[in-house]
């Protein structure tokens, strides 16, 4: 490869000296590559600079010379709009390096130039995430227009790139290389057969098309969750098109599960007697996919060790070339250990060149390439064809893997390390394969992974055995006894009112007050348990409910209308809650001992309230009344618990849950009965200490004023820990990322219909960028699937009830008056279904901005600049979430500080808070503050008590609370 030194790493050049900096500052070149990843968004010169100001002068990573002209040219009048054009032109030059073209007519030129000197190439059409079924049509159409314009160039090019393509194992010059989920918006591998077959609807376009002009067509392999649904897309369209002999998948080696893929493949071609071919790549989303999947809880599907997918990148090809009679290899490296095994394997086992190729990434080892195409072997450079912004993320990925500390790349020619290090084998340095967590701490519950099919088949299961539960009665529960009364409430499936999901006892005030008399009987038994024994109970509610996971998401998606993913969010948020508050309980019981003083011991410690009354509402069946009850009856109190009226059989099975970890009798009883004379009774009552409630403001509110009288015989001051309501906004300004911008918004708004406390019903756009993200979220909006839940593919069911059809059909006609609707999408079927509206143009004091809706209601507003937004967002008695899109650190900081949310959330959705990480609960009139899932939860169910003795006796001291370890 002689001297040869690719442009990035070369220090002559300013590139190379930039790259320097940043591989030698690990801070400097993260705030760098953030840098150059935001900047294709900011339309105006001003901005440019505001940005670049916000990344580097403020911060201490900086190499001084850099901090000094940034700060000259924001002095200068004149300087900054040439200054932007600067940064714009040096981002473009470092963009050319690895993107071939801003389309495939720009990028003809470089392609012909490489074809010229002997390689051919793959082409990624770069693209935003597509969230609509238009934005899925238009790279559909990208695609054709791809290869009808490529496809008669190159076919009309003399000499044939590939050497010894003339022969039995030609494959064409031209490769598209897709990406599967750029073809169909919805696509899930939760709903697998609907994906496979819906995405197809595209794909078979691109392949006709390929077939017709003689492009190979290899399908790229995205994130790990979608790893088995493009597989089975790939063997799906494979066997529709049988006679095409040149379709490829990529299999990335950092996969510990590549091998039983690769091996799959194999015996699947074999059986049908045909040839694929096989791009076999180390993997591009290391960081993502060990963020992700650790964040969710699930195995870290990556190898941890870089020396081990080095390793199997080996083994696979070794694989690839013994089964090279059914495969083409494609080798997808630029690794020179790893292109050096492979020509050895090759050379010893008498494979001629053409029995496989190498690839390359455009842009990338250079030297390398030009070496093995010299020596006679075939090479396809993978070129990516885009405009900037959605290239961006591809850059900086590119960057990133250029120069890592563990690139071939920068090893090889920034580093210069000698060749016997750069070929020598891969070893595996076992420290880094150390967990990453301690035992024994506070973990979530992993979300179901829906991409594993026994999961699915584990809910259609459930979904159908459940069915033949319906229209059980269901009784009260009081102390150990079970009540059936004359008065019920019938519970149906919102989705289909015909179906009764069970009917369930009604207590009246006599039942309230015998449930009092109960709770009162056990409490001074159940407060003396050490709080490690009322911990274990709820660590066996929590195993329970893990058993019946799949029963209870079934339930929650009949009673209540969740899809799937939500219905075990909530499931899995109880589990957390039991799991979360038993630690907590065990750390706060232990007394502490406050001063330090010989002959006086001062003891701290906590006691129960008494008897407590959970009011609960509907939207969050199980985790927020199992949240509530394992926090009262952790603490030592005897809870009555009410359900809504709307999810009394969730509410039923919860505390049959609670009943079977043995818990004694008194300490819990289930009484569902009407808000207005059961639960006014409960809080009113002299007999009870605390209310804990979750509902709408107005109940909320007169909750607390009737729990502030006092009555005759009531001995203590009522507490009420109370959780209300919201109107939550999301601001979204102009150095947002559009593709995260308009999916956390889709998701933060009509995740459950709308019916979150915590969803989205406000955005605040910034500046120009309205249209844009408007246009793509009403796409998105539209391309959604509406239907039951019992499907899994369904994106939004039905809302709750008859009421909230009507009730939210009049804000939908109050928006037609107040502003401009930007959507409004019907929805059918025999349940409560209602479409999603939007509206724009609405002013920020009208009810339907200000006034929460509980539905799929959504107002987009403007604002000047990120003060206005702020006032906009916090112009509400609301407090509870709030959201910002934003790549500027100073927009990011105003926010943190100005932005009046109990939750702020920043370049997320603002919904699915997790116990232990984002404690939950709002300010202003959503809440008194007390934050469920987090570390000071619990006391608000306790008293705090201190006690005082003085342990002088005849001059002599001794620690009697505290003894001497
Ligand atoms: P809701 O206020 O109508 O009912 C909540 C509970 O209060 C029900 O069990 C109901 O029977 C009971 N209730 C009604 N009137 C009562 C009275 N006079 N005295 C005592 N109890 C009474 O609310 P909902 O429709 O069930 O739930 C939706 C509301 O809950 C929304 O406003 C939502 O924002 C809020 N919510 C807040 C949070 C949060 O954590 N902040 C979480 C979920 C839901």
């Given at each position: 490869m ?23 500052d ?26 670049l ?21 924001s ?16 981002v ?14 720009d ?9 010229e ?8 059409l770069?693209?935003?995430?597509v969230v609509s079924?238009?934005e899925?049509?238009?790279?559909t ?10 496809s ?31 073809l ?18 595209n794909?078979r ?37 049988e006679?095409?002999p040149?379709?490829?998948?990529a299999?990335?080696?950092y996969?510990?599960?590549a ?10 071609v074999?059986?049908r007697?045909?040839r694929?071919s096989?791009?076999?790549?180390k ?24 020396g ?7 083994e ?6 013994e089964?090279?009679?059914f ?13 050096s ?38 090479v ?12 961006m ?10 120069t ?6 920068r ?21 880094v ?11 979530n519950?992993p ?13 259609k ?5 459940m ?11 009081i ?12 519970s ?18 006599k ?35 893990r ?60 006691e129960?309230?008494?008897?407590g ?24 109190n ?26 004694p ?14 639960g006014?009774?409960l ?9 804990a ?33 919201g ?28 019916q979150?406390c915590?969803a ?47 009730k ?16 409004l ?17 609405v002013?920020?004091?009208s ?8 539905g ?37 900081r ?22 232990g ?32 003795e ?5 001059g ?10």
């Open positions: 002689g001297r040869e030194v690719p442009l990035l790493f070369n220090k002559k050049k300013w590139m190379g000296r930039v790259m320097e900096w940043a591989m030698k690990e801070t400097f070149r993260f705030q760098l590559f953030r840098y150059i990843d935001v900047l294709p968004s900011l339309r105006s010169d001003a901005l440019v600079l505001k940005v100001k916000e990344y580097f002068t403020e911060e201490a990573h900086t190499p001084v010379m850099l901090k000094k002209g940034i700060e000259r040219i002095r200068s009048t004149f300087i900054p709009y040439i200054a932007a054009k600067v940064i714009r032109a040096a473009e030059s470092i963009a050319r390096q690895f993107i071939a073209g801003k389309d495939p007519a990028a003809l030129k470089p392609l012909n130039s490489l074809l000197s002997g390689f051919a190439f793959s082409v990624d770069l693209g935003e995430v079924d238009v899925a049509l238009a790279s159409k990208n695609y054709l227009g791809l290869l009808d314009l490529l008669p160039e190159i076919t009309g090019w003399a000499r044939d790139p590939l050497p010894e393509n003339d022969k039995k194992r030609s494959v064409p010059r031209l490769d598209i290389s897709l990406k599967v989920t750029s169909y918006s919805q696509m899930d591998p939760l709903d697998f057969e609907v994906s496979v077959e819906s995405v197809k609807e794909l376009q691109i392949f006709r098309k390929a077939q017709e002009v003689g492009v190979s067509v290899c399908l790229d392999m995205e994130h790990y969750y979608f790893k088995d649904l493009i597989l089975a897309v790939f063997k799906s369209i494979l066997d529709e098109f006679d095409y040149f379709a490829g998948v299999l990335q080696a996969l510990k599960d091998k039983e893929d690769l091996l799959g493949l194999i015996e699947w074999k059986a007697r045909r694929i096989v791009r076999l790549v993997g591009a989303y290391w960081d993502y996919e060990t963020a992700l999947n650790r964040q969710k809880g699930w195995p870290v599907p990556v190898f941890l060790d870089k081990e997918t080095d390793l199997n990148f080996e696979l090809t070794r694989i690839l070339f089964n090279s009679e495969i083409y290899p494609a080798i997808a490296t630029h690794n020179l250990r790893s292109v095994n492979a020509i050895a394997f090759a050379e010893s086992s008498g494979l001629s060149k053409d029995f496989f190729e190498f690839q390359m990434l455009y842009g990338m080892g250079e030297p390398l390439r030009n070496t093995l195409k010299d020596m006679g072997y075939r396809r450079v993978y070129g990516p064809v885009g405009e900037l912004i959605p290239g993320a591809y850059l900086v990925r590119r960057l990133l893997e250029n890592s500390n563990e690139s071939f790349v090893q090889c020619f920034a580093e210069g390390k000698p060749l016997e290090e750069l070929i020598k084998a891969p070893e595996i340095e076992r420290a394969v150390a967990g990453h967590r301690e035992e024994g701490i506070f973990r519950q979300p179901m992974d829906f991409s594993q099919a026994e999961n699915r088949e584990s809910i299961d459930s979904l159908g055995k069915k033949s539960d319906f229209s059980r009665r269901y009784p009260l529960s102390g150990n006894q079970e009540i059936y009364t004359d008065r019920e409430i019938v149906h499936n919102p989705a289909n009112p015909r179906e009764v999901i069970g009917r369930v006892s009604l207590a009246t005030k039942e309230a007050e015998r449930a009092i008399e109960e709770a009162r009987k056990a409490f001074d038994m159940w407060k003396k348990k050490v709080p490690q024994e009322r911990a274990e109970y709820l660590f066996r509610v929590a195993e329970e409910m058993r019946l996971r799949s029963e209870l998401i079934a339930l929650e998606i009949y009673e209540v209308g969740k899809t799937w993913k939500d219905a075990d969010g909530d499931v899995n948020e109880a589990i957390d809650y039991c799991e979360y508050y038993g630690r907590e309980m065990i750390r706060l019981g232990t007394p502490i001992r406050l001063g330090d003083f010989p002959g006086e011991e001062n003891e701290y410690h906590y129960p309230r008494g008897v009354v959970v009011i609960s509402p509907w939207n969050f069946p199980l985790a927020i009344p199992a949240g509530m009850i394992s926090a009262g009856i952790v603490t030592g005897c809870i009555i618990f009410k359900p809504s009226g709307l999810s009394p059989v969730a509410g039923w099975r919860l505390s049959e849950i609670f009943k079977t970890s043995g818990i009798s008194g300490v819990l009883q289930f009484l569902p009965g009407p808000g207005n004379e059961v006014e009774y809080v009113s009552h002299p007999e009870t200490d605390f209310i409630f979750t509902g709408s403001k107005d109940v909320g509110l007169d909750i607390v004023k009737r729990a502030g009288e006092t009555r005759p015989g009531q001995r203590s001051i009522k507490k009420v820990i109370a959780e209300m309501g109107k939550n906004a999301i601001i979204i300004d102009e150095t947002a990322d559009m593709d995260e911008a308009v999916t956390g918004v889709l998701e933060s708004f009509l995740g459950y219909q709308g979150k915590s989205c019903s406000r955005v605040i756009v910034i500046g120009e960028v309205f249209d844009k993200f408007c246009g793509r979220l009403r796409g998105a909006v539209e391309s959604i699937r509406i239907g039951p839940p019992e499907e899994p593919g369904t994106f939004m069911g039905p809302v709750i009830d008859e009421g909230a059809v009507k939210i059909g009049r804000y939908i006609e109050r928006g037609m008056n107040e502003g401009k609707p930007l959507l999408r019907k929805a059918e079927g025999e349940g409560y279904f209602i479409g999603p509206a939007i509206f724009g143009d002013g920020p004091g009810p339907i901005a200000q006034e929460e809706i509980f799929p209601v959504l107002v987009i507003m403007r604002a000047r600049d990120m003060d206005e937004a702020i006032d906009i967002a916090n112009d509400s008695l609301y407090a509870l979430t709030g959201g910002v899109f934003s790549r500027s650190p100073a927009n990011i105003k926010a943190e500080e100005g932005f009046r949310a109990g939750n702020l959330y920043i370049n997320r959705k603002i919904t699915g808070a997790f116990v990480r984002q404690p939950f609960g709002g300010a202003g009139l959503s809440g008194v503050g007390s934050k469920a899932g987090g570390p000071d939860y619990l006391l608000k169910f306790m008293n705090p008590r201190s006690i005082s003085n342990t002088l006796r005849r002599f001291a001794y620690s009697v609370r505290f003894p001497p370890k």
